[in-house]
């Protein structure tokens, strides 16, 4: 199986990112990392250790990253995530320990005991990843590729050309898309494919399970937030996408493309521009498997909620 670390902002999505990693026996889910994005630090932390709780997820060290982007303020996704960044559910107090190490230790520490290169998963803002990059350039030939939730090849959703996690944090996702890494950009353009239809929803909750009620909860109000803000009723499960293309690359057709972060100019900061005339830096995710998707989805809440 596939050694990985998520780099995460829980987040409705992320928890079914996590879910999804920590379930399907494709993956082996080393560590679990966090970064401010939808919440700030100390809610999308606590919101991990919510996320491994649920799910009984006891076997994965949880590290806190970074609490600031690389330059500016951090502005949280209240209006799509609520103001702790889980809203829906009553949230359990974890049972799961946060790991006394940092979150670029915890990273440097897995990479160093892996015998095989090993995926990163951010589905935040790139802040730890490009802490990573700058400080500890040693350890980057430890990493097999980077698989990032983020950017666009269109449209954005915060701005009109920018996506949230490139938004949150330009300079970084600069920085990585620089550095040399095999980098793939799960964008918008593929992420309002994933869908939460009212039937995947049912779906979801006939699985009639614990962690299935807390999934479906926080799929509804994900969706209701969407639709009061940005005009869409099933609103897209953008994050878990990144790790179901690991499990089976079949589920998004991808192309080669150079990319480009702008990090200066204020009406489009945190726009991905493509460019078909330079040499490609990136993969970028094009089209999804929308059925296969959701059955892998589905899968690992059933697989979560058996355990
Ligand atoms: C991204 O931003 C966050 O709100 C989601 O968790 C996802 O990672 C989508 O733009
Ligand atoms: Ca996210």
Not at 31 to 60: K, P, Q, Y
């Amino acid at each position: 199986s596939i050694p990985i670390i998520v780099d995460c902002d829980p987040g409705h999505d992320d928890v079914f990112a996590l879910w999804l990693a920590a379930a399907n026996p494709a993956i082996d889910l080393r560590a679990i990392t966090t970064v401010a994005g939808n919440g700030r630090i100390e809610h999308t932390t606590h919101n991990a250790l919510v996320a491994c709780t649920v799910a009984g997820i006891h076997d994965v060290p949880v590290a806190q990253g970074a609490a600031e982007p690389l330059k500016g303020e951090l502005r949280p996704a209240e209006w799509i995530h609520g103001a702790n960044a889980l809203g829906g559910p009553t949230l359990p107090t974890p049972t799961v320990k946060l790991d006394e190490r940092d979150a670029l230790t915890l990273i440097a520490d897995v990479l160093n005991a892996s015998d095989e290169p090993v995926v990163l998963v951010p589905t935040g803002p790139l802040t730890n990843i490009a802490h990573l990059v700058q400080r500890r350039p040693e350890l980057l030939p430890r990493i097999q590729r980077v698989i990032w939730m983020g950017g666009s090849t269109g449209r954005g959703n915060v701005s009109a050309s920018a996506e949230f996690n490139a938004w949150a944090d330009p300079e970084a996702a600069a920085i990585v898309v620089e550095s040399g890494l095999d980098f793939t950009m799960v964008g918008l353009n593929i992420s309002h494919q994933a869908l939460i239809t009212r039937e995947v929803r049912a779906r979801i909750a006939a699985l009639g399970s614990r962690v299935a009620a807390f999934g479906v909860e926080l799929l509804e109000f994900f969706c209701s937030t969407y639709e009061a803000s940005q005009g869409m009723p099933d609103g897209p499960l953008h994050d878990p996408i990144t790790v179901a293309m690991l499990i089976d690359p079949a589920v998004a057709t991808t192309t080669r493309a150079r990319v480009d972060v702008e990090c200066e100019n204020p009406q489009t900061r945190g726009a991905t521009h493509l460019d078909a005339t330079r040499p490609p830096n990136a993969t970028i995710a094009l089209d999804l498997d929308v059925d296969r998707f959701w059955s892998l989805i589905e899968d690992a809440v059933q697989t979560l909620g058996s355990k």
